[in-house]
Nanobody, 119 residues
C-alpha cells in the first residue's frame, strides 16, 4: 500500500518550535518533490513549502519564509518541516504530498497532523 504518514504535530506555545516528518511506505520518495500544505478551520488548504526530489531547491509561502525550513533524507525515505517562531495563525492540520515536480498535480497525500499554537 502506497502511503505518506505525517508525524510530529502537537500543541506548542507561541514562539516555540516543532518538526514535522513525512515518511513514505510502499514507494521511495526520491523520485518525488514533496510539498507541505496546511488547512486551518474554515479556511482553504494552502501551500506552505516544497522541496524538489534531490533536495537542491526549496520554496516557501511568504507567511512562513524565514521561519520554516523543509529538508529531506532520501536514505530514510523521509521529508521534514522544521517550524520555528510559531504563531497562533500557524494553527492548522498540516499535510505532506508527493508530486513529480513542485507545482504539479499531487500524486499522494498524507493523512495530516494537527499543529496547535496557543498559550
Amino acid at each position: 500500500q502506497l502511503q505518506l504518514v505525517e508525524s510530529g504535530g502537537g500543541l506548542v506555545q507561541p514562539g516555540g518550535s516543532l518538526r514535522l516528518s513525512c515518511a513514505a511506505s510502499g514507494f521511495t520518495l526520491d523520485s518525488f518533490a514533496i510539498g507541505w500544505f496546511r488547512q486551518a478551520p474554515g479556511k482553504e488548504r494552502e501551500g506552505v513549502s516544497c522541496i524538489n526530489s534531490s533536495g537542491s531547491s526549496t520554496n516557501y509561502a511568504d507567511s512562513v519564509k524565514g521561519r520554516f525550513t523543509t529538508s529531506r533524507d532520501n536514505a530514510k525515505n523521509t521529508v521534514y518541516l522544521q517550524m520555528n517562531s510559531l504563531k497562533p495563525e500557524d494553527t492548522a492540520v498540516y499535510y505532506c504530498a508527493a508530486q513529480r515536480q513542485c507545482g504539479q498535480p499531487i500524486d499522494f497525500w498524507g493523512q495530516g497532523t494537527q499543529v496547535t499554537v496557543s498559550s
